[in-house]
């Protein structure tokens, strides 16, 4: 495969399955071990933020307002260092609802392996009108 040429698969690669692992399980720590130092993340149409700390003050703010979270995969496209993961994805609100949105990450990874932009593109509206 060239580099000019994606790959795309319903099974994601070993790091996508990995990471998303991480999320899953709301394995902060795990998470983080997948990012390069200084790395970007957005999420939605959410100003971007950069670095350890504020993903960690970001992650305590959507925690409050889910309890559990699961990724099905549709579909990823790779290409060189970048990837697209199309997914549905479960929320667990706090009241016990589960709401079920789309979601389509576009992840970029330096030479080794370690991500160092990652944008999240998805409106989790319904989960936060479910769970005021």
């Known amino acids: 495969m060239s580099e000019h040429t994606a790959r795309i698969a319903l099974e994601p ?5 990995e990471l998303y692992t991480a999320i899953d399980a709301r394995e902060v720590e795990g998470i983080l ?3 390069a130092d200084g790395f970007r993340y957005r999420s939605g149409n959410a100003e971007p933020i950069v670095g350890r ?4 003050t970001r992650s305590a703010a959507h925690s409050a307002l889910i309890t559990g979270m699961s990724h099905y995969f549709r579909q990823v496209w790779e290409r060189g260092d970048s990837a697209v993961v199309v997914a549905d994805v479960d929320y667990t609100c706090a009241n016990g609802a589960v709401v079920r949105v789309p979601a389509a990450t576009v992840i970029h990874r330096r030479s080794d392996g370690l991500i160092d932009d990652i944008h ?3 409106d989790i509206s319904a989960v936060r009108n479910e769970s005021s």
């Open 13 to 17: 690669p070993l790091w996508v399955r």
């Open 33 to 35: 071990a997948h990012f």
């Open 53 to 56: 700390a504020a993903f960690l």
């Open 120 to 122: 999240i593109i998805t």
